[in-house]
Protein backbone atom coordinates (compact mmCIF):
# COMPACT_ATOMS: atom_id res chain seq x y z
CA UNK A 1 0.00 0.00 0.00
CA UNK A 2 2.67 2.08 -0.07
CA UNK A 3 3.07 4.85 -2.27
CA UNK A 4 7.13 5.56 -3.38
CA UNK A 5 9.05 2.88 -1.65
CA UNK A 6 12.91 2.60 -1.83
CA UNK A 7 13.72 -1.18 -1.98
CA UNK A 8 17.08 -2.47 -0.26
CA UNK A 9 16.37 -5.61 -2.68
CA UNK A 10 13.20 -6.33 -4.36
CA UNK A 11 12.98 -10.20 -4.45
CA UNK A 12 9.28 -10.08 -3.69
CA UNK A 13 7.94 -6.78 -4.14
CA UNK A 14 3.98 -7.24 -6.02
CA UNK A 15 4.31 -7.52 -9.46
CA UNK A 16 7.85 -8.99 -9.76
CA UNK A 17 8.67 -12.00 -11.06
CA UNK A 18 11.01 -13.29 -7.60
CA UNK A 19 8.78 -14.22 -5.41
CA UNK A 20 10.08 -16.59 -2.84
CA UNK A 21 10.89 -20.23 -4.28
CA UNK A 22 9.82 -22.32 -1.52
CA UNK A 23 5.51 -22.37 -2.29
CA UNK A 24 3.14 -23.65 -0.13
CA UNK A 25 0.52 -25.83 -1.39
CA UNK A 26 -2.84 -25.25 0.23
CA UNK A 27 -3.18 -28.88 0.04
CA UNK A 28 -0.12 -29.67 2.12
CA UNK A 29 -1.41 -26.83 4.73
CA UNK A 30 -2.74 -29.42 7.31
CA UNK A 31 -1.22 -27.43 10.65
CA UNK A 32 -3.04 -25.57 12.58
CA UNK A 33 -1.72 -22.94 12.89
CA UNK A 34 -3.19 -19.36 11.35
CA UNK A 35 -2.15 -19.71 7.43
CA UNK A 36 -3.24 -16.88 5.02
CA UNK A 37 -3.12 -16.01 1.05
CA UNK A 38 0.20 -14.26 0.97
CA UNK A 39 1.39 -12.39 -2.37
CA UNK A 40 4.88 -11.13 -1.54
CA UNK A 41 7.63 -9.39 0.35
CA UNK A 42 10.15 -6.97 0.67
CA UNK A 43 13.14 -5.64 2.05
CA UNK A 44 12.39 -1.26 1.46
CA UNK A 45 13.65 1.32 3.46
CA UNK A 46 11.55 4.92 4.21
CA UNK A 47 7.66 4.91 3.65
CA UNK A 48 6.60 1.52 5.06
CA UNK A 49 8.06 2.46 8.58
CA UNK A 50 11.16 3.38 10.48
CA UNK A 51 14.72 2.02 9.33
CA UNK A 52 14.59 -0.67 6.77
CA UNK A 53 11.83 -3.14 6.79
CA UNK A 54 10.39 -6.71 6.06
CA UNK A 55 7.59 -5.66 4.21
CA UNK A 56 4.96 -8.72 3.97
CA UNK A 57 2.17 -8.16 1.56
CA UNK A 58 -0.69 -10.21 1.96
CA UNK A 59 -3.44 -10.45 -1.01
CA UNK A 60 -6.87 -9.38 -0.99
CA UNK A 61 -8.87 -5.69 -0.92
CA UNK A 62 -11.90 -4.32 -0.26
CA UNK A 63 -11.03 -1.24 -1.47
CA UNK A 64 -11.12 -0.30 -5.80
CA UNK A 65 -8.62 2.82 -5.21
CA UNK A 66 -8.35 4.74 -8.53
CA UNK A 67 -4.63 4.80 -8.06
CA UNK A 68 -3.56 1.42 -6.45
CA UNK A 69 -0.09 0.82 -7.69
CA UNK A 70 -0.04 -2.87 -6.64
CA UNK A 71 -3.83 -4.05 -8.13
CA UNK A 72 -2.07 -7.42 -8.59
CA UNK A 73 -2.82 -7.98 -4.61
CA UNK A 74 -7.21 -7.37 -5.41
CA UNK A 75 -8.00 -10.65 -4.95
CA UNK A 76 -7.10 -13.32 -2.73
CA UNK A 77 -6.69 -15.70 -5.32
CA UNK A 78 -3.45 -13.28 -6.44
CA UNK A 79 -1.83 -14.71 -3.38
CA UNK A 80 -1.15 -18.03 -2.09
CA UNK A 81 -1.96 -20.12 0.45
CA UNK A 82 0.88 -20.33 3.89
CA UNK A 83 1.77 -20.61 7.24
CA UNK A 84 3.07 -18.00 9.43
CA UNK A 85 6.41 -20.04 9.38
CA UNK A 86 7.38 -19.47 6.23
CA UNK A 87 6.74 -15.99 6.27
CA UNK A 88 8.44 -15.24 9.84
CA UNK A 89 11.49 -17.71 8.55
CA UNK A 90 12.06 -15.61 5.54
CA UNK A 91 12.01 -12.50 7.72
CA UNK A 92 14.73 -14.33 10.53
CA UNK A 93 16.86 -14.13 7.55
CA UNK A 94 17.40 -10.86 7.74
CA UNK A 95 16.82 -9.87 11.79
CA UNK A 96 20.10 -8.30 12.77
CA UNK A 97 20.32 -6.60 9.40
CA UNK A 98 16.86 -4.73 9.92
CA UNK A 99 17.71 -4.18 13.85
CA UNK A 100 21.11 -2.74 12.77
CA UNK A 101 18.73 -0.22 10.84
CA UNK A 102 16.48 0.81 13.87
CA UNK A 103 13.93 -0.71 11.29
CA UNK A 104 11.13 -3.91 11.93
CA UNK A 105 8.95 -5.41 10.11
CA UNK A 106 5.61 -4.20 7.96
CA UNK A 107 2.14 -6.06 7.30
CA UNK A 108 0.92 -4.78 4.25
CA UNK A 109 -1.37 -5.62 1.39
CA UNK A 110 -3.87 -5.53 0.05
CA UNK A 111 -5.38 -4.56 2.93
CA UNK A 112 -3.92 -6.91 6.30
CA UNK A 113 -7.24 -6.68 7.97
CA UNK A 114 -8.96 -8.70 5.28
CA UNK A 115 -7.38 -11.73 7.13
CA UNK A 116 -7.02 -10.24 10.39
CA UNK A 117 -6.08 -13.67 11.90
CA UNK A 118 -3.00 -14.19 9.75
CA UNK A 119 -2.20 -10.90 10.51
CA UNK A 120 -2.10 -10.86 14.30
CA UNK A 121 -0.24 -14.31 13.95
CA UNK A 122 2.59 -12.60 12.00
CA UNK A 123 2.64 -8.90 13.97
CA UNK A 124 2.77 -11.26 17.22
CA UNK A 125 5.36 -13.54 16.03
CA UNK A 126 7.50 -10.80 14.46
CA UNK A 127 7.58 -9.01 17.62
CA UNK A 128 7.88 -11.41 20.02
CA UNK A 129 10.07 -13.90 18.67
CA UNK A 130 12.00 -12.11 16.25
CA UNK A 131 12.18 -8.87 18.51
CA UNK A 132 11.24 -6.59 15.39
CA UNK A 133 9.49 -3.21 15.74
CA UNK A 134 6.20 -4.16 14.12
CA UNK A 135 3.97 -1.99 11.69
CA UNK A 136 0.33 -2.25 10.16
CA UNK A 137 0.09 -0.66 6.69
CA UNK A 138 -4.02 -0.58 6.74
CA UNK A 139 -6.84 2.07 4.96
CA UNK A 140 -8.41 1.59 8.23
CA UNK A 141 -12.04 0.74 6.36
CA UNK A 142 -11.70 -2.85 7.92
CA UNK A 143 -10.61 -1.58 11.81
CA UNK A 144 -13.38 -2.87 13.31
CA UNK A 145 -11.53 -6.61 12.68
CA UNK A 146 -8.67 -5.45 14.60
CA UNK A 147 -8.37 -7.18 17.72
CA UNK A 148 -7.24 -5.34 20.63
CA UNK A 149 -4.67 -8.32 20.84
CA UNK A 150 -3.59 -7.43 17.41
CA UNK A 151 -3.20 -3.75 18.06
CA UNK A 152 -1.14 -4.44 21.08
CA UNK A 153 1.48 -6.17 18.69
CA UNK A 154 1.45 -3.15 16.63
CA UNK A 155 4.33 -0.59 17.66
CA UNK A 156 2.98 1.66 14.50
CA UNK A 157 -0.12 2.08 11.92
CA UNK A 158 0.48 3.69 8.89
CA UNK A 159 -3.31 4.58 8.19
CA UNK A 160 -3.95 6.14 4.67
CA UNK A 161 -6.83 8.63 5.11
CA UNK A 162 -7.58 9.02 1.30
CA UNK A 163 -9.83 11.85 1.45
CA UNK A 164 -12.20 14.20 3.75
CA UNK A 165 -14.69 14.59 1.19
CA UNK A 166 -17.08 11.86 1.36
CA UNK A 167 -18.69 11.66 -1.83
CA UNK A 168 -14.82 11.68 -3.48
CA UNK A 169 -13.38 9.51 -1.29
CA UNK A 170 -16.25 6.98 -2.25
CA UNK A 171 -16.18 7.32 -5.74
CA UNK A 172 -11.85 7.07 -5.50
CA UNK A 173 -12.26 3.76 -3.36
CA UNK A 174 -16.33 2.55 -3.90
CA UNK A 175 -16.09 2.53 0.12
CA UNK A 176 -17.51 4.48 2.52
CA UNK A 177 -14.97 7.08 4.58
CA UNK A 178 -16.71 6.45 8.34
CA UNK A 179 -14.86 3.47 9.18
CA UNK A 180 -11.44 4.95 8.81
CA UNK A 181 -11.97 7.83 10.99
CA UNK A 182 -13.84 5.57 13.69
CA UNK A 183 -10.77 3.32 13.53
CA UNK A 184 -8.36 6.18 13.74
CA UNK A 185 -10.43 7.57 16.46
CA UNK A 186 -10.26 4.15 18.47
CA UNK A 187 -6.42 4.31 17.86
CA UNK A 188 -6.17 7.87 19.53
CA UNK A 189 -7.97 6.91 22.51
CA UNK A 190 -5.66 3.53 22.44
CA UNK A 191 -2.44 6.26 22.17
CA UNK A 192 -0.97 3.82 19.28
CA UNK A 193 1.45 5.82 17.81
CA UNK A 194 0.07 6.53 13.75
CA UNK A 195 1.84 8.05 10.48
CA UNK A 196 -0.79 9.05 8.21
CA UNK A 197 -0.61 8.98 4.64
CA UNK A 198 -2.64 11.33 2.27
CA UNK A 199 -2.12 10.65 -1.64
CA UNK A 200 -2.16 14.14 -3.38
CA UNK A 201 -4.16 13.49 -6.65
CA UNK A 202 -3.98 16.70 -8.57
CA UNK A 203 -7.79 17.15 -9.71
CA UNK A 204 -8.89 15.21 -7.01
CA UNK A 205 -7.67 15.17 -3.08
CA UNK A 206 -5.56 18.37 -4.04
CA UNK A 207 -8.45 21.00 -3.06
CA UNK A 208 -8.02 23.32 -0.21
CA UNK A 209 -10.72 22.16 1.67
CA UNK A 210 -9.94 18.46 1.61
CA UNK A 211 -6.32 18.80 2.06
CA UNK A 212 -7.75 21.25 5.02
CA UNK A 213 -10.10 18.68 6.23
CA UNK A 214 -8.01 15.60 6.43
CA UNK A 215 -5.36 18.16 8.21
CA UNK A 216 -8.01 19.32 10.99
CA UNK A 217 -8.82 15.88 11.32
CA UNK A 218 -5.53 14.23 11.97
CA UNK A 219 -4.21 17.37 14.40
CA UNK A 220 -7.43 16.43 16.05
CA UNK A 221 -6.15 13.18 17.14
CA UNK A 222 -3.05 13.79 18.98
CA UNK A 223 -1.12 10.38 18.30
CA UNK A 224 -0.23 11.28 14.66
CA UNK A 225 3.70 11.23 14.87
CA UNK A 226 4.06 11.88 11.06
CA UNK A 227 2.18 12.75 7.56
CA UNK A 228 3.12 11.39 4.55
CA UNK A 229 2.11 13.30 1.60
CA UNK A 230 3.03 11.00 -0.99
CA UNK A 231 2.58 12.75 -4.58
CA UNK A 232 0.56 10.40 -6.88
CA UNK A 233 2.32 8.89 -9.54
CA UNK A 234 1.75 6.69 -12.60
CA UNK A 235 4.06 3.78 -12.17
CA UNK A 236 1.48 1.19 -11.28
CA UNK A 237 -0.10 1.82 -14.57
CA UNK A 238 1.65 -1.00 -16.37
CA UNK A 239 -0.08 -3.58 -13.81
CA UNK A 240 -3.85 -2.70 -14.48
CA UNK A 241 -3.36 -2.81 -18.38
CA UNK A 242 -1.90 -6.07 -17.72
CA UNK A 243 -4.17 -7.63 -15.80
CA UNK A 244 -6.68 -6.16 -18.33
CA UNK A 245 -8.04 -3.34 -15.80
CA UNK A 246 -8.26 0.47 -17.27
CA UNK A 247 -6.51 2.85 -15.23
CA UNK A 248 -8.97 6.11 -15.52
CA UNK A 249 -5.80 8.06 -14.11
CA UNK A 250 -3.60 7.25 -16.77
CA UNK A 251 -3.83 11.54 -18.09
CA UNK A 252 -3.82 12.76 -14.62
CA UNK A 253 -0.21 14.83 -13.99
CA UNK A 254 1.65 14.06 -11.06
CA UNK A 255 1.85 16.81 -9.09
CA UNK A 256 4.70 19.68 -8.81
CA UNK A 257 7.19 20.15 -6.00
CA UNK A 258 5.13 23.52 -5.24
CA UNK A 259 2.23 21.83 -5.13
CA UNK A 260 3.13 18.77 -2.26
CA UNK A 261 5.08 21.72 -0.63
CA UNK A 262 1.81 23.46 -0.48
CA UNK A 263 0.02 20.49 0.73
CA UNK A 264 2.42 19.68 3.29
CA UNK A 265 2.32 23.56 4.81
CA UNK A 266 -1.54 22.94 5.30
CA UNK A 267 -0.36 19.80 7.65
CA UNK A 268 2.46 21.33 9.16
CA UNK A 269 0.60 24.84 10.09
CA UNK A 270 -1.66 22.11 12.45
CA UNK A 271 1.18 21.33 14.38
CA UNK A 272 2.12 18.07 12.72
CA UNK A 273 5.34 16.44 10.85
CA UNK A 274 4.56 16.34 7.76
CA UNK A 275 7.05 15.01 4.64
Known amino acids: ?10 PGRPGSAATPAAATPAAAVTRREPGGMFHSWD ?15 LAGCPLRCQYCHNPDTRYMRDGRRVLADEVVGEAAKYGDFIAASGGG ?29 TALDTSGYLGSRATDALLSDTDLVLLDIKSWDR ?22 DLGKEVWVRFVLVPGLTDRPENVEGVAAFTASLGNVSRVDVLPFHRLGAEKWRALGLEFTLADTPVPTAGQTAAARAVFAAHGLHAV
Request: no cysteine.
Open 1 to 10: MSETPVPVRT
Open 43 to 57: LSTGVDGPGTRFVAF
Open 105 to 133: ATVSGGEPLLQSVFTGELLHRFKHELGLH
Open 167 to 188: SLYRRLTARELGPTLTFARRLA
